[in-house]
């Protein structure tokens, strides 16, 4: 075996392994450009690149620029003005701190700058090839600093053949960019790629105008605006769920003081909160801005300065998490249907403004027709229809649809309302208040305020149909709402059964308690989450060696054998390695309202369409099922007249 020496490596060669560290792409380079860039004060900042930044990429800005005496001196290895001692690294202000990327920069490349300070009546332009520099003189040039570098990697062409093909170090400078554009939106950004610009933002201080620039007005009326404090956390920015989430976690941007970041716990954080609204297989974006004390955080972590550690992460993440959350709760109610809650003059409601076509009076049949007997509903669908009603009973009885000819709510006539809240010869499904009992008598004056359900009956809503037995499609103003029967009825049994699972009785004894068997793992688990369960509605008691008498089951599955599955799903959760008894809860929960709700394709009688609807629009639930797909889709009027090409785009 050969003994090698220890020796001192040639000054280029150490310059060559730190670039290595800060420069792995021209994204990164200009990354760091553009951060020096706003430590200088710039209002304007201007990024132009060729053939993605490898044959050549330009930052310019309008900051407070360099010295002439200062500039050999900014080329050098840990040289910076932004900190001074040890103790500087505590409470980083500053977005550059370490004093590496110029000299990594210049180590890989040929770099060219020239700057101009404030007032003076001159700038110096310098050249540096390869860590070397070879040319220093005065120049004429404006009030900033100008930084181009060509050749990225020509010293080393062991980095460059690892680089991509140009449009994909394109796509990665206009991710950086893009973050840039999100973190200041007081400072005016201009990005151009061969020739064509990509992004230009306003510099008007407001986080709305720098979210159009990079994503659109489309995607900005689809976010939700953020803004909270916890645990002396400051939050403010946009979330998106729904129609906004995307595919991956590219588009999630997390800001602390102003500097871009990536973090796996404010990613979960994010995902815990928008859990329900966001189909699975999809992400929520967001762009979140977090203000906390300097010194509550460690951006000293990686000579790419994305990674920050912070000091009490539990606390930052539970704040993160609970702000999102309270300010999705706040727009559940669901959009297709909003004017109906708006009306803040409850004393006295407008009527609705119908045209009334009065029809022909119908002739007098010449025969009373017998009165065909009212077949029973299946079993199957009572007990998931029963999920309608408070006391398990079946809200309206069950009815065959008559034929078409005969079915009124296939009928085109005018629309015409009569009382009670019943399908007429107009075709027009009122829907229907809910029964009430008789309210004891009261000495009090009787108030005013008219109740809920006698607000429904003021809504212009028309329903036409079912189609496929799963999509209820309805008839709003000017717009036509497909609703899915299965999603909605899941929704309202999750808000039940979480209302119900949330109260203290939340079991109901068996007549007949049930043993269960268990693996020596689940009898483990069950010790350590016996709490967690006992919460959940269950009520066990050791039986023997690993084996467990179930007493009582959450009042909310009512069936024991469904119980006992479920128990057992939630003990082989448990043993999988979950550790959020909360969110273990809610899963469990969240299956159990899909395994009771109406199935799509399942026939459901009219009338408990309707009942399905009204408690739709008195609930004012989450307008997504617990599995984070959509309850309604809305078709504007304008929207099929393009479709059938009776107007023009």
């Not at 590219?250 to 800001?255: D, M, Y």
């Not at 085109?412 to 809910?434: E, F, K, N, W």
């Not at 408990?608 to 639930?621: C, K, M, P, S």
Request: glycine share 6%; hydrophobic share 40%; proline share 8%.
């Amino acid at each position: 075996m050969e003994i090698r020496h220890i020796r001192q490596l040639p000054p280029e060669v150490i310059g060559q392994i730190a670039a290595g560290e800060v420069v792995e792409r021209p994204a990164a380079a200009i990354k760091e450009l553009v951060e020096n860039s706003m430590d200088a004060g710039a209002t304007a900042i201007t990024v132009d690149i060729r053939e993605g930044g490898m044959a050549s990429f330009r930052v310019t800005d309008n900051g407070s620029g360099i010295r002439p005496e200062e500039i050999r001196l900014a080329f050098a290895r840990h040289a910076t003005s932004k900190i001074a001692a040890a103790q500087d690294l505590y409470g980083v202000r500053s977005l550059g701190f370490r004093g590496e990327a110029l000299a990594s920069i210049a180590a890989v490349s040929k770099v060219t700058c020239v700057s101009r300070t404030r007032g003076a009546d001159s700038g110096v332009s310098l050249q540096n090839n390869g860590g070397e520099i070879t040319d220093l003189r005065d120049a004429a040039c404006p009030e900033g600093t100008a930084f181009t570098v060509k050749e990225l990697f020509y010293n080393a062409p062991v980095r460059r053949k690892f680089l991509k093909k140009p449009a994909f170090e394109t796509a990665a400078v206009s991710e950086v960019m893009a973050r840039m554009i999100l973190s200041h939106p007081e400072i005016s950004f201009r990005f151009v790629a061969d020739g064509k610009p990509v992004y230009f933002s306003a510099g008007d201080g407001k986080l709305e105008s720098a979210v159009m620039s990079v994503y659109g007005m489309e995607t900005l009326k689809l976010l939700t605006r953020i803004e909270g404090n916890m645990n002396g956390v400051l939050l403010s920015g946009f979330v998106g769920v729904g129609d906004a989430a995307r595919g991956n976690r590219a588009h999630q941007h997390f800001f602390l003081n102003g500097r871009a970041m990536k973090s796996q716990a404010l990613s979960a954080a994010l995902e815990s909160a928008c859990r329900q609204r966001v189909t699975v297989g999809r992400f929520p974006m967001c762009i979140l801005h977090l203000t906390m004390p300097f010194e509550a955080a460690d951006v000293n972590v990686h000579p790419n300065k994305w990674e920050v550690r912070f000091q009490d992460e539990k606390a930052v993440r539970q704040a993160v998490e609970t702000i999102i959350f309270d300010a999705l709760e706040k727009t559940n109610e669901a959009p297709v249907i909003p004017p109906m809650f708006l009306n803040t003059d409850q004393n006295t409601p407008a009527p609705a403004k119908v045209t009334v076509t009065q029809p022909e009076p119908p002739k007098p049949p010449e025969a009373p027709a017998p009165k065909a007997e009212t077949p029973a509903m299946p079993e199957k669908l009572q007990k998931r229809m029963a999920a309608f009603t408070e006391d398990g009973s079946v809200p309206v009885p069950f009815k065959p649809l008559p034929p078409k000819e005969e079915n009124p709510v296939l009928r085109t006539y005018a629309p015409i309302r009569r009382p009670g809240g019943a399908l007429h010869d107009s075709g027009t499904a009122v829907l229907p208040p809910r029964p009430t009992p008789p309210p004891p008598p009261v000495k009090t004056e009787q108030t005013e305020q008219p109740e809920v359900a006698a607000r429904f009956e003021q809504v212009p809503l028309r329903l036409i149909g079912v189609a496929f037995n799963t999509y209820i499609l309805l008839e709003y103003g000017d717009q036509l709402i497909l609703c899915d029967q299965h999603a909605a009825h899941e929704r309202l049994l999750y808000e039940r059964f979480m209302r119900e699972t949330a109260s203290a009785p939340a079991s109901q004894a068996l007549l007949l308690p049930i043993a269960v068997s268990l693996s020596k793992a689940e009898y483990a688990v069950y010790l350590e989450n016996r709490e967690v369960l006992e919460q959940a509605g269950f009520d066990l008691t050791p039986f023997g060696e690993d084996t467990l008498q179930l007493r009582g089951v959450p009042i909310v599955l009512g069936q024991p054998q469904a119980a006992q599955n479920c128990l057992m799903e939630a003990l082989d959760t448990l043993v999988s390695g979950s550790t959020a008894p909360v969110a273990d809860r809610t899963s469990r929960v969240i299956q159990m309202a899909c395994k009771h709700a109406v199935k799509g394709g399942e026939k459901v009688p009219m009338d408990g369409i309707l009942q399905l609807i009204r408690d739709i629009l008195e609930q004012r639930v989450t307008p997504t099922c617990p599995h984070g797909r959509p309850l309604m889709v809305q078709l504007t009027h304008t929207e099929l007249d393009k479709r059938f090409r009776r107007i023009q785009n």
